[in-house]
């Protein structure tokens, strides 16, 4: 009797430990792309910096789970995670109605401004369809920056890139006019030696919700309510207990969560 009770507490305590382990090795897998400093940069090293990368960690500490991230290149990353390479992005996603037809999303966690960024030189005065008529202005493709210029500016050339730090090569070496992106990337930018080249030149106005969305969001597949539910309420625990602000003022000087939703 005594030996079957040793066997079945000796089991109990199996099980308990099993399911103590199976949670801590809970992970949670996130695409991000590593080239749009000061959100997510891969450094020379290989290590994944910046804003959305503190984020993403402070939401798997809160829910209790690893965080494990992948590298995508930004016009694969919603095929990507379609794929099941990650399980989310995190990588400054604007939430928009024709990215939402692919992907559901999670609450803004943070929704700044587009700019119009020039060299210092320019002669350029606003960032009007009729002021940039005739120049080439280079944007991010798969981006809603792009999206803006190409809809936006259709008297002028829009030239599409990789990613934000070839568009900035070129204006910084004279093969463009101008380029839209982040206001918070380009200042950035700007406050580094090879931004130092050029200055901003204004936020174009109006900046259409259907176009740039209420912000940026986390992308999960279609129909993941679960992981989304999750994930928006460690958004509000985050911002509740100081950690958001703790991470906001490690990069920025104002808060970039914007007007509360």
């Known amino acids: 009797m005594r ?22 090795d809970k992970v949670l897998k996130i ?3 590593g080239a749009y400093p000061p959100f997510n940069n891969l450094t020379a090293d290989g290590k994944l910096e910046g804003f959305d990368i503190d984020i993403g960690n402070a939401l798997c500490a809160q829910m209790k789970i690893k965080c494990e991230w992948v590298t995508q290149d930004w016009d694969g990353i919603i095929p990507a995670l379609q794929a099941g390479k ?4 995190l990588a400054s996603m604007s939430i928009t109605p024709e990215r939402a037809q692919k992907v559901d999303f999670t609450n803004k966690y943070y929704n700044t401004p587009s700019a119009i960024a020039v060299p210092k030189d320019s002669t350029l005065k606003g960032t009007t369809k009729a002021d940039l008529a005739g120049k080439t202005i280079g944007a991010a493709t798969s981006t809603t920056h792009f999206n803006y210029a190409s809809q936006t500016y259709t008297d002028s050339t829009v030239k599409g890139y990789p990613s934000s730090p070839e568009e900035q090569l070129d204006l910084a070496n004279g093969r463009l006019d101008a380029i839209e992106d982040d206001i918070v990337v380009l200042s950035q930018w700007l406050d580094t030696p090879d931004g130092a080249c050029c200055k901003i030149l204004g936020t174009p106005e109006p900046q259409p919700v259907d176009i740039f969305g209420p912000g940026a969001g986390i992308a999960v597949r279609k ?11 460690a958004i509000k625990a985050i911002r509740a207990d100081g950690t958001y602000k703790k991470i ?4 920025f000087k104002f808060d970039v969560y914007g007007a509360e939703s």
């Open 3 to 24: 030996i079957a009770l040793r066997i079945a507490l000796a089991a109990s305590a199996a099980m308990l430990m099993l399911g103590s382990a199976h949670a801590e």
């Open 31 to 33: 695409g991000t792309e």
């Open 86 to 89: 990650f399980d989310a992005i």
């Open 223 to 233: 129909g993941d309510k679960e992981l989304v539910d999750k994930l928006n309420a």
């Open 248 to 251: 906001n003022d490690k990069y």
